[in-house]
């Protein structure tokens, strides 16, 4: 490596002023390092300028003279310094001389080494220290330095280098030279590489002139390749071809790559490292020699360049630009690869709420070697706040009335990754401290500006060195809780990324139990990716907890062995490795969080840490949170489709327990098909989305056409019977919902701050007196996911003292613009015609082609029945229901109980869940549902409640309509209490069928007013169907023919609704109208054309009547149409003739 520093050097040994006056401008280069660790705060500012000759000649007369301001000016530079000292981390002595060294490389901090260790900030790049102290313990010193050659640009440029403090007694602290501003002026790009050598090269171009880009290489072997330690290695820039059509996969590898990024076709005659302009851009080799590579077994070497010529924007669309590697031995071999690619800046928010209080923090951090700026914006606290800090695990979504969700056992502690291994101080006795001093997610201690106590509101921006948004030690996917006096949490809200993301689960049941879920940007797969989860036993084996469980992500899909004793597990195949990592020698000491390039891909246990695997969820014992810095999502390697497995305790290699990894697509849902009476007048929309059950929902709304009367939106319980006439009565869809019991609640706890999920106009505003509303807010309490969902359900507008209702839509899956090939929706149903109940259940569910799926919506209508007619009076509540493993056949209708739907079998339990133990009672509830057996689903959503008015729904994330665990031909028993004795029996039964729609246009004559119901209950006769499989769309009835018939919109929706269908398009064809008591328009309509064109002829003096009268006076609509209109017809087709025979 080319050592471009030994003319680098202090022309002054005490840095001494000069005489004259200084001259700077725009074009005069400055640079910053700005401290806060160690106990050291301040700045050391760099400044270049051109100094002033002396004031007087030797005769004493004035000789100052403009100096010209060209960049060939020589030009030197000024450094300013002010530091104070609050406390080291070890105390200093009344007297400690203090100086400032510049160093290699940049200020690494990751948690897991000394950032300003001498290994890590690399050799001294001056042969001089710069005496700037003594410095004394709580004191600050500040000065000047002037007239040094200290080069601010080109490849001897201390940008994006350090500056380290030491005393005379070895203390230190350190920190990089970057821009003097914002972190705005610097772009960031990194290559992650990969083959035979592994590690990072980081680019940062500093955007303001001058342009130059910094580059940063930490690499290391990741097999042994006989090389010496000091044999430093070919590297290039190389791009694709313009007709290169190589998989991604072969890019990353650098397979076929020949070509050297050289977008200016440079001759490179005069190329050199101090004539940087003259080279190939990607002939790093010319410009700065080879490049070092560590060993396996030692730590990474480090690298340090600046370029002049390569700039981090203006790349040509669809060509990629790579770092390659090449074979010493053979330098026309790669042997290790990276995609140059752009970092994009991090922004990530969090918001709390409770009663009128609320709060956002924003944070935006552009790369990991910039600070974290924050945004805090509180009001109507009330005086009630006294700190804020970031916390271990995200807050879950609410799914109890009575849940803390703040509390420890939830959020976990203050998170704190580094105690113990910290500049720690006792910061409850000390008055000043650095940030690095206290707790990561301290940000009430960080910043002393930040002041809570007894104020109502606040706003507020600072800097944070030590918040990072980027690596392992990220807050990201974290929460924020908000402390109110003696350490009580008053509120709490997660950190989330902002921007698309890619979310992934893994669902566990058998012998362990829990979700890891798993989150990455959408736009970088190779960006840190979250994983956190809960893990506990589900066997009842275990008496303790057990700990060092290592866990691996594995290439294939696992099956039915994940539910079995022998073979577990067995198809996940081996550890997922698409990067083919040598593991035959000394891999276990190599592969590291410090080396995670030399780990298999899938070895996330040899990265982060094994898993602790509790005996109970509800102890937390189990829980963990990690942030892989390389487990994508997406992209060519990706791991979504793969699986994980647990292995036995003590870094056992006996699999455990496995699960798959599946796509878990954001929620989106929608109510744009309006009934009731303003549906003819509004438009527009009620929209939510939702990305996790971590998230917040977001809410978008707009409708025109509004009243002046209307007062307020709900979601109501049910969903719109899009069959009748008045459809958005509160008896129809139900009351306010409401599963928190918000409404009459009473107390002084957090559950306060709760209103109604839904109370829409309660919590965006009311909708009185407007005609047109918009509404985009963000809502965490409008879940989309989970047992309380808002799907299924339906949105209403309601006018002010209107009984019946004014407008209401179905809140549904949003799939607008996916193709049948990506996303399907799939319905099931379970239909009781009695004798028992009347009514069905309905089931329903979004399935990806990728393996996604959604929770399944249930929707009931069951009513009791007496001596087989619908009993409008008995109600029930409490009745236990199940999914069954078989279907049930005759012995459904059973009056016998204790033969009725014995053929359904037991409960299903296709995973092999324990539920006989007391424990399981407790433990399966509906945030737990993985301690469920499968087809227990009373714990999980509630009992059932019997009545004709009565209407439910349910969510369950458990549920499959599809796949090994598919619900369609399995069976629901019901359950019920026997009147003589209590004693719980088997109240019905049915079979879950798949359930099909299918929709027909009919035309009706119309003999008076058209009776919908009548319709509905004639067709479902006909065609041997249910009442509840025949919709007639309210919203598609219209008049035709001038009134004379009627328009409709006939829905099936049934087991083999097509067939259902081809049978009733046969009473159309056949002209069996007649026979379910109406009469087809379409055939009258052919009448009508017949008497026209038999009048043009003169065959009839009087129009042609039916032949499907039926002799009783019954005449068809044709037959009824006054002389008149056929008159106007018949003049029509005249013109039509003559205009023909000219």
Not at 694 to 699: D, H, L
Not at 749 to 766: E, F, M, R, W
Not at 1083 to 1090: E, I, Q, R, Y
Not at 1096 to 1123: E, F, I, M, Q, T
Request: with cysteine; hydrophobic share 35%; charged share 20%.
């Amino acid at each position: 490596m080319v050592d471009v520093w030994r003319t680098a050097q202090a022309l002054e040994d005490g840095g001494a002023s000069s005489t004259g006056v200084p001259r700077t401008g725009p074009d005069f280069i400055e640079a910053r390092a700005s401290f806060n660790a160690r106990g050291i705060s301040g700045y050391v500012h760099f400044r270049e300028y051109i100094p002033a000759p002396s004031n007087q000649s030797a005769d004493g007369n004035d000789t100052r003279q403009e100096l010209p301001t060209s960049p060939k000016t020589d030009r030197r530079v000024a450094v300013e310094y002010e530091l104070s000292s609050s406390q080291w981390s070890k105390p200093l002595y009344n007297k400690d001389d203090l100086f400032l060294i510049l160093r290699e490389f940049p200020v690494i901090w990751n948690g897991a080494s000394d950032s300003c260790s001498d290994d890590s900030l690399g050799k001294q790049i001056f042969a001089k220290d710069f005496q700037i102290g003594p410095i004394k313990p709580n004191s600050t010193i500040s000065g000047r330095m002037d007239n040094l050659v200290i080069p601010l640009k080109g490849p001897k440029s201390i940008r994006g280098r350090s500056i380290l403090l030491i005393t005379t007694r070895g203390r230190r602290a350190c920190a990089t030279i970057t821009t003097p501003s914002n972190t705005l002026q610097i772009r960031t790009a990194v290559a992650r590489m990969q083959g035979s050598i592994a590690g990072t090269i980081q680019f940062r171009q500093f955007i303001s002139a001058p342009t130059d880009t910094t580059i940063f290489a930490d690499l290391y072997k990741l097999v042994p390749d006989g090389q010496a330690a000091n044999v430093t290695y070919k590297w290039l820039l190389m791009t694709t071809g313009p007709l290169d059509r190589s998989r991604p996969e072969e890019q990353l590898a650098c397979r076929n790559m020949r070509v050297i990024y050289d977008p200016d076709f440079r001759s490179e005659t005069e190329c050199s490292v101090d004539n940087q302009a003259s080279c190939k851009i990607g002939n790093m080799m010319e410009k700065f020699g080879g490049i070092p590579v560590g060993s396996t077994s030692g730590v990474a070497k480090r690298a340090f360049f600046t370029d002049s010529d390569f700039a981090l924007s203006g790349w040509t669309t669809g060509r990629g630009i790579y770092v390659a590697i090449f074979n010493p031995r053979n330098p026309l071999v790669s042997i290790a690869c990276g995609e140059v690619r752009l970092l994009r800046p991090k922004f990530a928010q969090a918001s709390f709420s409770l009663t009128n209080a609320q709060g956002t923090i924003k944070f935006r951090q552009s790369s990991s070697f910039d600070p974290t700026e924050i945004y805090i914006s509180m009001k109507n606290l009330n005086g009630q706040a006294t700190a804020i800090a970031v916390h271990d695990f995200p807050r879950r979504q609410r799914l109890k009335a009575d849940e803390e969700l703040c509390s420890a056992t939830e959020v976990g502690e203050m998170y704190d990754p580094l105690k113990g291994a910290r500049s720690s101080v006792p910061v409850d006795n000390s008055t000043s401290y650095t940030q690095d001093q206290v707790a990561i997610g301290d940000l009430t201690a960080k910043n002393r500006n930040f002041t809570l106590v007894g104020t109502d509101s606040i706003e507020l921006e600072h800097q944070d060195d030590y918040l990072p948004l980027f690596g392992g030690l990220s807050i990201i996917g974290r929460s924020i809780v908000v402390y109110g006096a003696n350490k009580t949490r008053l509120m709490c809200g997660n950190i989330y990324s902002e921007g698309s993301l890619v979310s992934a689960k893994v669902s566990l049941y058998y012998t362990v139990g829990g979700v890891i879920h798993l989150q990455q940007s959408a736009e970088d797969w190779g960006s840190e990716t979250t994983i956190y989860g809960n893990l506990f036993y589900t066997n009842a084996v275990k008496t303790s907890i057990t700990t060092n469980h290592p866990w691996r992500a594995h290439w294939s899909q696992v099956m039915r062995d994940a539910f079995t004793y022998d073979g577990r597990c067995v198809n996940g195949g081996d550890v997922f490795d698409p990067l083919t990592v040598d593991v035959r020698k000394n891999y276990t000491s190599e592969c590291s969080a410090l080396h995670p390039f030399r780990c298999q891909l899938g070895d996330l246990s040899a990265r982060l840490a094994p898993l602790t695997i509790a005996l109970t969820a509800s102890s937390g014992l189990g829980r963990f949170f990690f942030t892989e810095t390389y487990f994508p999502l997406s992209g060519p390697f990706s791991a979504v489709n793969k699986s994980i497995i647990i292995y036995s305790q003590n870094f056992g290699r006996d699999r455990t327990a496995c699960g798959n990894i599946e796509v878990v697509h954001p929620v989106k849902a929608i109510t744009k098909t309006w009934f009731g009476q303003g549906a003819n007048k509004v438009q527009g929309f009620f929209s939510a989305t939702q990305v996790s059950a971590a998230q917040e929902t977001e809410v978008n709304i707009g409708l025109d056409g509004l009243g002046r009367s209307v007062m307020d939106m709900k979601i109501h319980v049910g969903p719109v019977e899009k069959d009748l006439v008045i459809p958005c009565t509160e008896d129809s869809l139900g009351g306010l919902y409401d599963p928190f019991d918000a409404s009459n609640d009473t107390s002084s706890s957090n559950i306060t701050s709760l209103v109604p999920v839904g109370a829409l106009s309660s919590k965006y505003g009311t909708l009185t007196g407007l005609m047109s509303y918009t509404k985009q807010t963000f809502d965490d309490n409008l879940p989309l996911t989970g047992s309380n969902s808002v799907i299924g359900r339906s949105v209403a507008v309601h006018a002010a003292g209107e009984s019946r209702g004014w407008l209401c839509g179905d809140i549904v899956h949003d799939i607008t613009g996916m193709s049948m090939d990506k996303v399907v929706l799939l319905q099931g149903i379970a239909q009781f015609p009695g004798p028992f109940l009347w009514g069905y259940i309905r089931f329903a569910q979004l399935r990806y082609a990728d393996g996604g799926h959604s929770d399944v919506t249930i929707t009931v209508r069951l009513a009791h029945m007496l001596n087989e007619s619908i009993d409008y009076e008995l109600a029930t509540t409490g009745h236990r229901w199940s999914i069954h493993q078989l279907p049930v056949a005759g012995d459904a209708s059973s009056i016998w109980e204790v033969f009725r739907c014995i053929t359904a079998g037991l409960v299903d339990n296709y995973y092999n869940t324990i539920s006989d133990t007391p424990e399981y009672k407790t433990e399966c509830w509906a945030g737990n549902k993985e301690r469920c057996a499968y087809g227990d689903i009373t714990p999980r959503l509630g009992p059932l409640n019997i009545s004709f008015e009565s209407r439910q729904v349910f969510t369950d994330g458990m549920l499959q309509l599809r796949g090994n665990v598919s619900l369609f031909g399995r069976s629901v028993v019901i359950s019920g209490f026997r009147e003589e004795d209590g004693k719980e029996v088997r109240l019905a039964c049915a079979n879950i069928e798949e359930e099909e729609e299918a929709t027909v246009t009919v035309n009706l004559q119309q003999t008076g007013n058209f009776d919908s119901a009548g319709f509905e209950a004639r067709v479902a006769e006909v065609l041997k169907i249910h009442p509840w499989n025949v919709i007639l769309d309210q919203t598609k009835i219209e008049k035709t023919y001038e009134g004379s018939c009627t328009q409709a919109q006939l829905t099936i929706r049934s087991p083999k609704a097509q067939d259902k269908i081809r049978t009733f398009n046969n009473f159309v064809d056949l002209d069996q109208f007649a026979y379910i008591g109406y009469e087809s328009c379409d055939k009258h309509a052919d009448t009508l054309l017949k008497n026209i064109i038999a009048m043009v002829k003169g065959g009839h003096s009087r129009p042609v009547v039916d032949d499907d009268d039926d002799g009783n006076g019954r005449r068809s609509a044709v037959s009824r149409l006054s002389h008149q209109r056929v008159f106007w017809c018949f003049l029509v087709l005249v013109s039509i003739f003559h205009v023909k025979s000219q």
